[in-house]
């Protein structure tokens, strides 16, 4: 059921938004705007079959570590 309820939303919002970044001629938004979709969608999908996905927070904590030197 929760399957179903992402796809509804994501059918729901892509069509209006790709529409008005048609009408406006955004090409770069259109594309930056697609790309975020398909992650957003992909990782939904993924949440609503139960997978573990795994947190970035460490990783990006890491990263600002070894940046900064801290």
Do not use: C, H
């Not at 955004?26 to 990782?43: D, G, P, Q, Y």
């Amino acid at each position: 059921m929760s399957i179903l309820a992402v796809l509804a939303i994501y059918l729901i919002i892509a069509p209006i938004e790709i529409v008005s970044l048609i009408k406006t001629n955004k090409r770069k938004e259109l594309v930056l705007f697609s790309f975020i979709m398909l992650i957003a969608f992909t990782l939904s999908v993924l949440i609503a079959f139960d997978v573990k996905i795994p947190s970035i927070n460490r990783m990006v904590g890491d990263l600002v570590t070894s940046i900064t030197g801290e």
